[in-house]
């Protein structure tokens, strides 16, 4: 049940109403700004391939499987490289007659590391027996926050420097009304896939890699409010 409001109380409620703040809300102003932070790709990932065709999924599977455990093998002499399985693949090839005449299968072997050089050293010898693919480089987490938070703050402090520019040449003071915050990563694209090197090189040569640096982009889209 809705109380009754006397004459004095509804009185008091029209005079809170004529008060409120909307009553006296200012001019309305959409300001945006960005900023951009460079953070170091101190993380490299890699993704190593064995793959065969045959007439039998059985020999298929013996044969990658066994690349595979030796690949796994090799990785583990390396203390700083982190590995692990990804994804196998078994499909079937269909000739003119639509008949299964052939089958491909395809394992992966996903590895990770800080040290560039342990991990370009251990893909030149992966190279000798296998694909590589997908090599990317990326900020650690902990490096892309650091990297973030100090793009926000430039982001910030530009926002504030534009809502103020706005405020004085209208001749008014300003209140930031609402405000988002978005951030983004451009970093280097994947390396180009690479195949299986010369199995007739007696020493597997290291993997060229350059890490380079990625952008942090922070955008900020904001409201502020002029008042007299």
């Not at 090839?93 to 491909?104: F, V």
Request: aromatic share 4%; charged share 20%.
């Amino acid at each position: 049940m809705m109380p009754i409001l006397t004459r004095k109380g509804r009185n008091a409620a029209l005079f809170a109403l004529c008060i409120s703040p909307a009553a006296w809300a200012g001019t309305l102003v959409d300001v945006s700004a960005e900023a951009m932070q460079e953070a170091p790709n101190d993380l490299a990932q890699a993704t190593v391939f064995a793959e065969a065709s045959g007439l039998a999924p059985r020999a298929l599977a013996a044969q990658v499987n066994s690349l595979m455990a030796e690949a796994a093998n090799t990785a583990k002499a390396y203390p700083r490289i982190k590995s692990r399985s990804g994804a196998t693949f078994t499909h079937p090839n269909y000739g003119k007659n639509g008949r299964i005449d052939s089958w491909r299968m395809r394992s992966e072997l996903v590895l990770e590391s800080g040290d560039t050089e342990a991990l370009s050293e251990l893909l030149g010898k992966l190279q000798e027996k296998l694909g590589v693919a997908n090599v990317q480089f990326l900020p650690k987490p902990e490096t892309r926050k650091n990297a973030e938070d100090q793009a926000i703050q430039a982001a910030i402090a530009a926002f504030q420097v534009r809502a103020q520019l706005v405020a004085r040449t209208m001749g008014k003071s300003y209140k930031i009304k609402q405000m988002s915050i978005n951030s983004a990563a451009q970093g280097r694209p994947p390396m180009m896939q690479y195949r299986k090197a010369n199995s007739m090189l007696s020493e597997a040569a290291p993997m060229p890699m350059e890490a380079g640096e990625s952008q942090i982009q922070v955008h900020i889209n904001g409201q502020i409010e002029l008042a007299d």
